[in-house]
T-cell receptor, first 115, second 110 residues
Framework: DGGITQSPKYLFRKEGQNVTLSCEQN?????MYWYRQDPGQGLRLIYY???????QKGDIAEGYSVSREKKESFPLTVTSAQKNPTAFYLC??????????????FGAGSRLTVL | GDSVTQMEGPVTLSEEAFLTINCTYT??????LFWYVQYPGEGLQLLLK?????DKGSNKGFEATYRKETTSFHLEKGSVQVSDSAVYFC?????????FGKGTRLHILP
């Protein structure tokens, strides 16, 4: 079955450590996205990528980094510069432009807790 | 900039009640509009969508109509079930990004 796999599902980190969240899709989608979800704040866009080797900052990119070396993979690194990293992180993909309505397929999420 | 505003939750209803979750948007042009649903501990799933004015999206008994004149896309269901308990997100697409509302948590009591 096609879909998006995020790992790990739960992750604990000490302050000052970088962590990388994995996102892999086998949907042959061109576009991939990372969102952060906090209670009462909905989803906020961190980074997105429309094609391999290219990505753009979203609304809250500070303290995060990404790469897009392969079409199916879009890992997110939460760096020590991110001041409040404890959150639920969601990866998504879509067929991308100009395919019409930009429907997102989401992974199951990764919950990061900073101790 | 473009934005989506949803009614705040939580919304608590009894089983078989009628549901409305309000959503209004601010955008230039005519974006596509979506409702996504998130069940506990999971990612979001597309519930329904509409791509132009007066379109009605529907799925699993839920409906929403794209109203350009009121810039709204309210979600409705005639008879809710306990299994509909989830968080519902209204969203619009703007070029290469999707903009989400803050979500509305729905509790259905048996």
């Amino acid at each position: 079955d096609g879909g998006i796999t995020q790992s790990p599902k739960y992750l604990f980190r000490k302050e000052g450590q970088n962590v990388t969240l994995s996102c892999e899709q086998n949907l042959n989608h061109d576009a991939m996205y990372w969102y952060r979800q906090d209670p009462g704040q909905g989803l906020r866009l961190i980074y997105y990528s429309q094609i391999v080797n290219d990505f753009q900052k979203g609304d809250i990119a500070e303290g995060y980094s990404v790469s897009r070396e392969k079409k199916e993979s879009f890992p997110l690194t939460v760096t020590s510069a991110q001041k409040n990293p404890t959150a639920f992180y969601l990866c998504a993909s879509s067929m991308g432009l100009p395919s019409g309505a930009n429907v997102l397929t989401f992974g199951a999420g990764s919950r990061l807790t900073v101790l | 900039g473009d934005s989506v505003t949803q009614m705040e939750g939580p919304v608590t209803l009894s089983e078989e009640a009628f549901l409305t979750i309000n959503c209004t948007y601010t955008a230039t042009g005519y974006p596509s509009l979506f409702w996504y649903v998130q069940y506990p501990g999971e990612g979001l799933q597309l519930l329904l969508k509409a791509t132009k004015a007066d379109d009605k999206g529907s799925n699993k008994g839920f409906e929403a109509t794209y109203r350009k004149e009121t810039t709204s896309f309210h979600l409705e269901k005639g008879s809710v079930q306990v299994s509909d308990s989830a968080v519902y997100f209204c969203a619009l697409d703007r070029d290469d990004k999707i903009i989400f509302g803050k979500g509305t948590r729905l509790h259905i009591l048996p």
